[in-house]
């Protein structure tokens, strides 16, 4: 078995990434609808790119997303810009393929994440980064219990459009109240 269940739910579970995934996460970074999303659609990504980025982090809290059912790699998420002092953190998430967006995969997935942040790393504040024009993924992020706190006004540019920065944030006491502890 190429993963292994480090975090899991009801119908994924994240695993440390694995080299053998590159041909995939590359294939995804290249696709504009997965790329625009994440904010590097200028990035040519390449195979050896992506293979030394997992290398280079293969120690880091990022999380491949694996279907329960088939051991189907479906996404990838993680934690960075990690202060253990200040107790505060940022993530991201994506699916790769369209065909599994829209499904609650993902907000499963930040739900297991929020879940390592509060109870295993001891966090107070975790926050992300959206685009104004990802209404879908602003959709989950709420739904998992993210609030909007800012915007950063028209500092993405996309296909001769700006749109906003949506910096959005949960606290652990909220993530409590929403998920009590087992």
């Known amino acids: 078995m190429k993963y292994f269940k480090k975090l899991e739910g009801s119908r994924i579970y994240l695993s ?27 990035w040519i990504i390449s195979l050896q790119a992506e293979k030394e980025w997992i290398n280079q982090n293969v120690n880091s809290y990022n999380f491949a997303i694996v279907l329960q059912e088939s051991d189907t790699l479906i996404g990838n998420c993680g934690i960075n810009n990690l202060h253990q002092i200040s107790r505060h953190a940022e993530i991201g998430i ?13 907000a499963e997935a930040l739900r297991l994440l929020l879940g390592f942040c ?15 024009f990802n209404e879908r993924a602003i959709n989950c992020y709420k739904k998992v219990g993210f609030k909007e706190v800012g915007r950063r006004r ?17 606290l652990r006491e909220e993530w409590y109240q929403q998920y009590s502890r087992e």
């Open 154 to 170: 028209q500092s993405y540019y996309l296909r001769g459009k700006y749109y906003d920065d949506v910096y959005m944030d949960i």
């Open 16 to 42: 440390p990434m694995n080299i053998e995934d590159a041909e995939t996460y590359v294939k995804w970074l290249n696709d504009l609808r997965v790329s625009d999303g994440v904010g590097n659609s200028s």
């Open 118 to 132: 509060f109870d295993y790393l001891n966090l107070n504040n975790v926050m992300l980064k959206v685009f104004s």
């Open 94 to 106: 994506f699916i790769g393929d369209e065909d599994n967006r829209s499904k609650g995969y993902g």
